[in-house]
T-cell receptor
Framework: SQTIHQWPATLVQPVGSPLSLECTVEGTSNPNLYWYRQAAGRGLQLLFYSIGIDQISSEVPQNLSASRPQDRQFILSSKKLLLSDSGFYLC?????????FGEGSWLTVV | GENVEQHPSTLSVQEGDSAVIKCTYSDSASNYFPWYKQELGKRPQLIIDIRSNVGEKKDQRIAVTLNKTAKHFSLHITETQPEDSAVYFCAAGSDSGYSTLTFGKGTMLLVSP
């Protein structure tokens, strides 16, 4: 069966520091991969999606970026965090349409 | 782009009652409509989905209905139980090889014993 792992689970970062969240999927090949953000008490916002290695689309212009160095690995990065980047970040995968979420990463920017 | 409206934002029911959550969407090209349940501090879990070639789908105590003409779909939970308490999200998107879903803002369902 397919599993998705995401880390770290929680992190507290100062404003202006870099960010790296990682996600890997097991048990499937060539998955569609996604990064979502959920602000406190709000819905899910799609940040990036990828249909293959080096094929990444951005939905929201901001100071975040995503990379997919391997078929089942998806990384969310930032060079300089803003206070507004705080939230619950969720990696997800789909083959082809049903989306399944990872455990999530709680990011607090202070 | 797609816009999804979800109502109500909060819903309180007694155990055993039914609960209904409604969503509307704007893009007539959307043909895939999932529902997610998110317990506090946890990831959203897919509980049921429907595609636009189907008007209704049922899975035990939960059911989803879709009205393509009116562009709205609903989640129905019967015989609610305290463990049904959670935030429920609807979403709409295209079923075209990958999913760029647009989510509603969520409904907090509280089931009182």
């Amino acid at each position: 069966s397919q599993t998705i792992h995401q880390w770290p689970a929680t992190l507290v970062q100062p404003v202006g520091s870099p960010l790296s969240l990682e996600c890997t999927v097991e048990g499937t090949s060539n998955p569609n991969l996604y990064w979502y953000r959920q602000a406190a008490g709000r819905g899910l916002q799609l940040l990036f999606y990828s249909i293959g290695i080096d094929q990444i689309s951005s939905e929201v212009p901001q100071n975040l970026s995503a990379s997919r160095p391997q078929d089942r690995q998806f990384i969310l990065s930032s060079k300089k965090l803003l206070l507004s980047d705080s939230g619950f970040y969720l990696c997800a995968w789909s083959v082809p349409t049903r989306i399944y979420f990872g455990e999530g990463s709680w990011l607090t920017v202070v | 782009g797609e816009n999804v409206e979800q109502h109500p934002s909060t819903l309180s029911v007694q155990e055993g009652d039914s609960a209904v959550i409604k969503c509307t969407y704007s893009d007539s090209a959307s043909n895939y409509f999932p529902w997610y349940k998110q317990e506090l501090g946890k990831r959203p879990q897919l509980i049921i989905d429907i595609r636009s070639n189907v008007g209704e789908k049922k899975d035990q105590r939960i059911a989803v209905t879709l009205n393509k003409t009116a562009k709205h779909f609903s989640l129905h939970i019967t015989e609610t139980q305290p463990e049904d308490s959670a935030v429920y999200f609807c979403a709409a998107g295209s079923d075209s090889g990958y999913s760029t879903l647009t989510f509603g803002k969520g409904t907090m369902l509280l089931v009182s014993p």
